[in-house]
């Protein structure tokens, strides 16, 4: 697609509750980024998928959240039994693997507004 | 771990004011440096820095990194009201992949 697509754009859920976010990234653009960004908090690395490499998942803060991408395109991100902390705008980004070396950097979809009622 | 600080966190000015956004990093193994724009959800590129003294520059913003003192700076010329938004700055380093340390952002408001 022309940009990155997140869905739903909205979402309040209640404590406990599992919620799954998406995001599809640019067409061709082989490296997806998930970022969450806390009220009045600067983005927060959650994970990153490179091709069919292992996805570098070292940001994920806890064990309930997972983020799989299939097919090397959409991704979900996956929050079981949510907290009220896990309340956040969840980010996702894709870029091309030579983006760093054309001097660009990633684009960001609109996001998720996550709320833990 | 890695850190990057920006300064102000706020900012009001009127319209055709110049402002000057700071960003302050500490990143292990320091590749490049970026500024984004940030209105409603979608952060924007901007910039991306990674030679020390060059400036980048686009219409009224310009950006230039100091690598020597860790720290660069984004200016905006005759500001504009759409100007307003948060400008994010992030630091990359050579190894982890591609994934930024953000700062928490300088909240630029332009009042007419």
């Known amino acids: 697609g022309a940009g990155v697509s997140q869905s739903p754009s909205n979402k309040v859920t209640e404590k406990g509750k599992d919620v799954e976010l998406r995001c599809d990234p640019i067409?061709?653009?082989?490296?997806l980024y998930w970022y969450r960004q806390s009220l009045g908090q600067g983005l927060e690395f959650l994970i990153y998928?490179?091709?069919?490499?292992?996805?570098?998942k070292s940001g994920l803060p806890s064990d309930r959240f997972s983020a799989e991408r299939t097919g090397g395109s959409v991704s979900t991100l996956t929050i079981q039994r949510t907290q009220q902390e896990d309340s956040a705008v969840y980010l996702c980004?894709?870029?091309?693997?030579?983006?760093?070396?054309?001097?660009?950097?990633?684009?960001f979809g609109s996001g998720t507004r996550l709320t833990v009622v | 771990e890695d850190k990057v600080v920006q300064s102000p966190l706020s900012l009001v000015v009127h319209e055709g004011d110049t402002v000057t956004l700071n960003c302050s990093y500490e990143?292990?193994?320091?590749?490049?440096l970026l500024w984004y724009k940030q209105e409603k959800k979608a952060p924007t590129f901007l910039f991306m820095l990674t030679s020390s003294g060059i400036e980048k520059k686009s219409g009224r913003l310009s950006s230039i990194l100091d690598k020597k003192e860790l720290f660069s700076i984004l200016n905006i010329t005759a500001t504009q009201t759409g100007d307003s938004a948060v400008y994010l700055c992030a630091g990359r380093p050579r190894t982890s992949g591609s994934r930024l340390t953000f700062g928490e952002g300088t909240q630029l408001t332009v009042n007419p």
């Open positions: 998928f490179q091709g069919n490499s292992a996805p570098d």
């Open positions: 067409s061709g653009h082989t490296a």
């Open positions: 980004a894709s870029s091309l693997a030579t983006a760093w070396v054309q001097g660009a950097g990633y684009t």
């Open positions: 990143v292990t193994n320091f590749r490049s």
